[in-house]
C-alpha cells in the first residue's frame, strides 16, 4: 500500500472527516487539513505533501481555483479537486490550473484511491519528463553545433543556443519562423541551397561540408551541416533536425598545414640536390648519371600504374642511390682501367654506405631501404646482402633496372658507352632472372614505343 502524504483541503467538518476516514483506511498519511485557501497555500508550501486534495467552494476569500493556482505559482504539486460542481463555467475556470483529478461529489473510495494514484504517477512522469527536458536542452546549448529542429512545413520549433548566437537573436524568436528566414546557404558554386529541403532530405553527407553559411553584416563562413529526418511509428515525417558548425578555423588549419608541408617538401627538395651535388663532385665522370637514373625509375614506375607517395619515393631515391660513392676514393671512381677485385669490393660498399647516410634522414620514405637494396638481384647474386626474390622492394628493382640501362647507355672512365641497344638487350636477357620482368617490360615498352629518350 502507498504512504503518500496528503494535505486536504474542505471548510465542510463532516465531510472532512469522512475524507480523513477513507484516506487512513487506504493507507495514506494526511499531513494537514485546512479551511480556507489561504491555510491551504500557506501549509502547502511548508509541508510539501505529495498530493493536495482540494475542495472547490471554501471558507474566506480565496476559493479552491484561487488557491491551486496560487500554490503553483510556488511549488510543485499535484492537485486534485473534490467538488459537488461540474457545472462549464467552473470546469474552465479548474482546467487553467492544470489538475491531476477531478472527484465528483458523492465518491467512493476506490475512486478517491485511483486518483490519487494517477495523479502521483502523472506528476511523476511529468516532473522526470521537464528533468529531461531541462538535461537535454542544458546539452545542446553546450555542444559546439547550432542546431535546429522544424516541423514538416520548415517552422523552426527549437534552436540551441549557438544556434540562436549565430543568427544574432534569442531562442525564442527564432520559434516559430520559417527556417529559410533565417539561415541562407550556399553550396561550393554558389548555387543557393533550400535549407527546408535540405533539412528535410534527411541525408546531407554528401556535401556536408561543402555549403557556407550567409550572417549578418554580409558575412559567409564555411560550414558542416548533418540532417535527419524525424519520422513517427507509421513512417511519417514530424520534422527534422539540422546541425551545422561554424569550421573556418579548420579550414584556416587545413590551409596552414598544407603551406607547412609545401615548405617542408621543398626543403626536402633542396636538401636532396644538396646531397646530389656532393656526391657528383666526388665523381665528375658520371655527373647527372643519378638525374637521368630518376627520369627513367620514374617513367617506368608511371608506365607500372604506381603513383603518389611512390613515385615520390622512387624519384628521390633515383637521385641518391649513388649517394654512397662520396666515400669511395677519387682516384678509383675516375680509374681510366678495369677496377682489381679489392678495388671492385671497396666499390661495392656503397650501398650499404648510402644506407648509413640516409638511415639518419627522416625521409617520408623508405629511402635508405631503397638504397641498400638497388644493387640486389632476383636470383641472389647481387649485392649487398644477397636478397632474392619478393626479399627485394619493389622499389628498389624498378631502380636497379634503370641504373643498369642508363650505366651501359653511358660512358665509364674506363670504357665509352655500350649503347642503348647493347643496355636493352642486357636487361632482356635478365628478365625474370637477375631482373623484374614486369619492370624489364615496362622499361622496354617506353623505348620501343618512343616514350622515353635521356635528357
Not at 77 to 101: C, H, M, N, W
Not at 374 to 402: F, K
Not at 425 to 435: K, L, P, T, V
Request: hydrophobic share 40%; with cysteine; net charge negative.
Amino acid at each position: 500500500m502507498s504512504c503518500l502524504r496528503i494535505l486536504v483541503v474542505e471548510d465542510e467538518s463532516i465531510v472532512a472527516m469522512d475524507i480523513r476516514h477513507r484516506l487512513s483506511k487506504l493507507g495514506y498519511e494526511i499531513v494537514g487539513e485546512v479551511e480556507t485557501g489561504e491555510d491551504a497555500v500557506r501549509l502547502a508550501a511548508e509541508l510539501l505533501p505529495d498530493l493536495v486534495l482540494m475542495d472547490i467552494m471554501l471558507a474566506g476569500e480565496m476559493d479552491g481555483v484561487q488557491a491551486a493556482a496560487e500554490i503553483h505559482s510556488r511549488v510543485d504539486l499535484p492537485i486534485v479537486y473534490l467538488s459537488a460542481y461540474a457545472d462549464d463555467e467552473t470546469l474552465q475556470r479548474v482546467k487553467i490550473t492544470q489538475p491531476f483529478g477531478y472527484i465528483i461529489k458523492p465518491f467512493e473510495d476506490r475512486e478517491l484511491h485511483a486518483a490519487i494514484e494517477m495523479a502521483c504517477y502523472r506528476h511523476r512522469m511529468e516532473r522526470l519528463r521537464r528533468e529531461d527536458r531541462m538535461w537535454m536542452q542544458t546539452t545542446l546549448d553546450s555542444v559546439g553545433e547550432a542546431i535546429i529542429s522544424t516541423d514538416p512545413s520548415g517552422m523552426v520549433t527549437y534552436t540551441n543556443a549557438v544556434a540562436a548566437a549565430m543568427a544574432s537573436t534569442s531562442q525564442q524568436e527564432l520559434k516559430g519562423k520559417p527556417l529559410e528566414s533565417i539561415l541562407t546557404f550556399n553550396d561550393v558554386l554558389g548555387e543557393l541551397v533550400d535549407p527546408v529541403a535540405l533539412a528535410l532530405s534527411g541525408n546531407s553527407s554528401e556535401r556536408s561540408d561543402s555549403l557556407s553559411l550567409h550572417l549578418g553584416n554580409d558575412r559567409t563562413v564555411p560550414v558542416e551541416v548533418s540532417c535527419r529526418t524525424v519520422k513517427n511509428d507509421d513512417d511519417g515525417v514530424m520534422g527534422a533536425v539540422l546541425a551545422f558548425r561554424d569550421i573556418s578555423g579548420r579550414k584556416e588549419t587545413v590551409r596552414e598545414l598544407r603551406h607547412t608541408v609545401a615548405k617542408l617538401r621543398q626543403t626536402v627538395e633542396a636538401t636532396v640536390q644538396a646531397l646530389v651535388v656532393t656526391s657528383e663532385k666526388r665523381d665528375p665522370y658520371t655527373a647527372g648519371h643519378q638525374q637521368r637514373v630518376a627520369q627513367l625509375a620514374v617513367a617506368i614506375a608511371r608506365r607500372l600504374g604506381l603513383e603518389g607517395d611512390q613515385l615520390d619515393a622512387i624519384r628521390v631515391t633515383g637521385l641518391l642511390h649513388d649517394l654512397g660513392k662520396i666515400y669511395i676514393p677519387a682516384e678509383i671512381l675516375s680509374k681510366p682501367a678495369r677496377l682489381t677485385e679489392m678495388e671492385m669490393g671497396l666499390m661495392r660498399t656503397h650501398s650499404q654506405v648510402g644506407y648509413d647516410i640516409l638511415s639518419g634522414v627522416p625521409f617520408p620514405w623508405a629511402v635508405a631501404d631503397i638504397v641498400l637494396q638497388h644493387h640486389e638481384r632476383l636470383d641472389g647474386t647481387g649485392y649487398p646482402q644477397g636478397l632474392s626474390g619478393d626479399e627485394i622492394l619493389h622499389e628498389s628493382r624498378i631502380i636497379c633496372v634503370a641504373d643498369v640501362v642508363e650505366a651501359m647507355s653511358s660512358h665509364r672512365p674506363y670504357r665509352a658507352a655500350l649503347g642503348l641497344d647493347r643496355a636493352l638487350q642486357e636487361i632482356r636477357a635478365g628478365r625474370g632472372s637477375r631482373y623484374d620482368p614486369e619492370v624489364v617490360d615496362a622499361c622496354l615498352s617506353l623505348f620501343v614505343e618512343g616514350d622515353f629518350v635521356f635528357e
